[in-house]
């Protein structure tokens, strides 16, 4: 199961409503049929078992759909429908199953026609098929102007809207396990709630450090949660872009006299408005001398986190006692970096939904015996955790393996399988994936 597309359901179906509800299946079932070069009827009953999970029988078209009931029944909430529809057709184009059947200039067309309901010159309800001659010219003139552009800039299949606050707080709230993290980040984000709330109200603006130490193992998503806390930190107004830049000490520390202040202040420039991301920031100082350039990294970006103190935020991350020791040494660092949220290491059952997540984004199920052998498998894991053990990391270095016992057991019989085999991962799969040894150099 993709957490977009969920999340994105979820609010198109509250959208509708109960009463359109079976109109709303009825217009995804023919988007998925009108994007669909093959496979289109299986596409969608793999919809409909993962993210509907109850039983519909809907009428199987072959011609260009409109979705003009679901876009009636939302009403002003239109713009839930716009979303879901872009976001389910980016999953199929994405997908490393389904994007060699998908037609992307037919997905660009109907999400073309379906979002001219949030024009301001247009009402919602409108039949939308008398334009349907005309976005089709456009897209095809987007597709032929696609070859001037700059090749440096991102070529993006559709803009899609910025995402809201409670949008991403549901993402966040989403995550598998986390939930000290979740309760230290609701925390920060009452205190700015508050705060902006102060300022209408005119009391004088008490100055908050947002700069945070992640600490924890390797594996428990504190990259993924820097990246959602970039986007609240824009949806709360606390930062004028919200992106994150990500870098280690290789990406800040250069080999000669100079060169670290240049690549550090690179990255800064590049972080600006959002987060700087700063992974095993421990590297830079740890077991390192007077003359190591790691420390001109360090006061570097000191510097910049006292001249930007209004849009720039710094994380830092790693290893618990490491981290520790990073913080003590400076006392800039201590000073500018007071709150600290520990990421926790996944329990064996928070490891099966990881891999379970690994599943359903890839439109697989398990077969029996499958989820007491994973639990077994993942307790043992845990129990007896080295020092690489990598959480999350070993679940979906796990689930590669299986991927890779099942293409070797499936590939002799390839031409006789049915799709409910094809997705069918196995018990065989997962013992021979466990006594898969990884590949070294």
Known sequence: MDIDVKNAYNRAKQAVGSAAFSDFLQDICDFILYISMNDGVDRFEAFRKIYVQKDFNPKLKNECPSANNSLRAAGKHVSDIVMFFTILGKYYIFSKFDKKDIDKDKYSDFIKRISAVTAPDNQVGKDFSETTVANKTESKRDVENTEEKDPSEEEEINAEPEESLEELLD????????????????????????????????????????????????????????????????????????????????????????????????????????????????????????????????????????????????????YPDLMKEFIGSNPGLKSRFNQYINFEDYTPEQLREIFYLQCNNQNLILGEGCAQYLLDCFTDLYENRSDDYANGRDVRNYFEKVIKMRANRLNPILDSISVEEYRTVVLEDLKNAKGLKSSTW
């Open 171 to 318: 993402k966040l709230h989403s995550l598998i396990g986390l939930d000290g993290v979740k309760e230290e980040v609701d925390q920060i984000i009452n205190l700015i709630r508050l705060q902006k709330k102060g300022e209408e109200f005119g009391e004088k603006k008490i100055p908050l450090s947002l700069h945070l130490v992640f600490y924890g193992n390797p594996g428990t998503g504190k990259t993924t949660v820097a990246r959602l806390l970039s986007k609240i930190y824009k949806a709360l107004g606390v930062l004028s872009k919200g992106q994150l830049v990500e870098v280690d000490r290789g990406g800040l520390v250069g080999g000669y006299v100079g060169q670290t202040a240049i690549k550090t202040q690179e990255a800064i420039d590049k972080a600006m408005g959002g987060i700087l991301f700063i992974d095993e920031a421990y590297a830079l100082t740890h077991g390192k001398g007077e003359s190591d350039f790691g420390q001109e990294a360090v006061d570097t970006v000191l510097k910049a986190m006292e001249d930007h103190r209004d849009d720039f935020i710094v994380i830092v991350a790693g």
